[in-house]
């Protein structure tokens, strides 16, 4: 056996999201999210279920962080619940949810461990929604807004600001394919969706620079490696249409102020008619300090002519191994994407924001989770950023998704993502899974036996 020694001063963290965990739906102040509203819409989550209690980490969080501290994470990246701080999302603040968060980041300092905040995890103030949300350009002064309250609030504390958490997910499958909050299924919604979340980062990150606060800002995207299943050049086509669809959409304006051209005439009508005013794109592009990566699977496509999806049908090859999402086991995927990225879009330091696995976990006879397959795909994907660092990209830091079992957006509580088992069923009972103890030997060594 022998061991991969990480940069000595390499970040392991655990990541989570505001409304998958916290609970506490009306308390203490909070606004209604458009995932309350959607969340409690009939057929729109598994089961029905909500995030009204969710992990109850709202009145738990304390506990949560000693879980923290007893696996030893360096870092916690989460995200605060925009109206639990402005409840009408804009207007009124509610002290009682800048308390909570200031109790939650006290804890995560006495702890040791930096915080790392999301702004937006997908729980837009209803009341915005309602006057358009991210579909009507006037949101990006209130998502400024909301983060200069932030900034002001927590600036001096906050190890690294993320603004948003994919926004791909946010445009398209909040405004595209509606299997996420608001459920609009509407593409030329979708593309000015993407627009104007990208226009508020840009935003955010010049106010941030304003205040001349001394930490980092960044954005989070959710990426993929693109593959063609044969090296034909229609496959390769729609292997690269594919990467652009959910990569280049976002890294292109970001780092090179440009929407990308093989695409754009693809969206042809949808992509002339959309609100992009002169300034815009310079605005998008504003230096940021890092780029965060949240990396699941890959992507392996064939072109199809009749496929209404951009000519592209996927492929799921027979002897590939797939999580309980149904998400092809792929690790040489992160170490491509972390080249590419490398190679066509930033030296900046990269953060994998979120990486894991979905497996159905069981609590054992012995009381025990023993869940070697979230340990064996952790692993490979470990060895995978472990290969980049050795060729040279800046990869800083690694978030595995998610330090409990939480709601899982469209799936409620059916999917478990954590390396903490939670017993839904007594009392939202803490269970650290074999993947935590097996992670906390990682971290002390600040390395992988291979
Ligand atoms: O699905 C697991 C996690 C979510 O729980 C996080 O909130 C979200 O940031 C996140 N993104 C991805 C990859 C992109 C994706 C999002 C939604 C559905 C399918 C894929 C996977 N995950």
């Known amino acids: 056996m022998s061991r991969l020694y990480f940069p000595k001063d390499f970040i392991w963290g655990s990541a989570t999201a505001a409304y998958q965990i916290e609970g506490a739906y009306q308390e203490d102040g909070k606004g209604e999210s458009i995932w309350d509203r959607f969340s409690h819409t009939p057929g729109k989550v598994a089961n029905g279920d909500t995030g009204d209690v969710a992990c109850d ?20 990246r989460f995200s605060i619940s925009w109206p639990r701080i402005l409840p009408k999302g804009k207007g009124e603040i509610n002290q009682q949810g800048l308390d909570f968060y200031r109790g939650l980041i006290n804890e995560l300092l006495k702890a040791g461990i930096k915080p790392v905040v999301t702004l937006y995890h997908w ?21 400024v807004n909301y983060a200069e309250i932030l900034f002001n609030e927590f600036g001096d504390v906050v190890s690294q600001w993320i603004t948003h958490n994919e926004p791909f997910v946010v445009a398209f499958n909040g405004h595209g394919s509606g299997d996420h909050a608001p459920g609009i299924k509407d593409q030329q919604v979708a593309l000015q969706v993407a627009h104007n979340l990208l226009l508020s980062h840009g935003l955010a990150v010049k106010k941030f620079r304003e205040l001349k606060l001394d ?73 940021i300090d890092f780029l965060g990566i949240n990396y699941y699977s890959r992507s392996l496509v064939r072109y199809n002519k009749d496929s209404k999806f951009l000519g ?48 159905d976990d069981k609590i054992s006879e012995g009381g025990g989770v023993h869940d070697q397959d979230r340990i064996d795909y952790l692993k490979a994907h470990f060895q995978s950023a472990y290969k980049a660092i050795q060729e040279g990209v800046a990869l800083k830091g690694y978030y595995v998704w998610s ?25 939202q009972r803490r269970i650290l899974k074999d993947s935590a103890y097996w992670y906390k030997n990682i971290i002390v060594n600040n390395s992988l036996e291979v």
């Open 57 to 76: 980490h709202y009145h738990r969080y304390k506990e949560d962080v000693e879980l923290m501290k007893e696996i030893g994470l360096d870092s916690y």
């Open 123 to 143: 729980d837009l103030p209803q009341a915005l929604q309602e006057e358009g949300g991210w579909a009507n350009r006037e949101i990006v002064k209130h998502f």
């Open 215 to 287: 930490n980092e800002i960044g954005i989070t995207l959710n990426l993929i490696s693109s593959y063609p299943i044969s090296d034909n050049v229609e496959d390769n086509k729609a292997a690269k249409r594919m990467e652009d669809y959910i990569n280049g959409w976002f890294l292109e304006p970001l780092f090179k102020g440009r929407y990308p051209e093989r695409i754009v005439e693809f969206y042809g009508e949808k992509f002339n008619n959309l609100d992009i005013r002169e300034d815009d794109m310079g605005l998008i592009k504003e230096e």
């Open 312 to 359: 592209i049908e996927g492929v799921k090859p027979q002897d590939s191994q797939y999580t309980a999402m149904d998400w092809e086991i792929y690790p040489k995927g992160l170490y491509d994407l972390l080249i590419k990225l490398n190679q066509e879009y930033t030296q900046k330091p990269l953060y994998i924001t979120e990486n894991g696995a979905a497996f």
């Open 403 to 427: 330090l409990m079992d939480n709601f899982e957006w469209a799936y409620g509580y059916s999917k478990r993502f954590g390396i903490t088992y939670i017993d839904y069923e007594n009392n």
